[in-house]
């Protein structure tokens, strides 16, 4: 008989086994199944009345600021900055004129 035969049949007879347990616990098993569970007493609560209230739409929080991409800018010429021509904040482009 070769090995994995054998294995295999090794491995049949001891799940017959265990499938045929003793009766009588398995039935006892049934039953505490059945059985209705004992639910753990619920805390006790407490209602409260409600208020209408503003709500911020500002959120401040202190956070380290992580940066993925960073660029050195320089001028081209030399001289003073006379008109800042975008917000801070605001998108721009490619080309966009900054100042």
């Known amino acids: 008989m070769k090995p994995f035969c054998k294995v295999l ?3 049949m007879f001891v799940a017959l086994l265990v499938g045929c347990g003793d009766q009588k616990e398995n039935a ?3 039953e505490a ?7 753990p007493a619920a805390p006790p609560v407490e209602a409260s009345k409600t208020a209408a209230e503003s709500v911020s739409d500002l959120l401040a929080v ?14 081209q010429r030399d001289g003073i900055v006379a008109k800042i ?6 998108r721009v482009g490619t080309r966009s004129l900054l100042a």
């Open 62 to 75: 202190t956070a380290p600021l992580i940066v993925e991409h960073q660029v050195d800018l320089t001028a």
């Open 33 to 39: 199944a059945a059985a209705p569970r004992k639910l």
């Open 9 to 11: 049949l090794v491995f």
């Open 85 to 90: 021509s975008v917000e801070t904040g605001a």
């Open 28 to 30: 006892s098993t049934a």
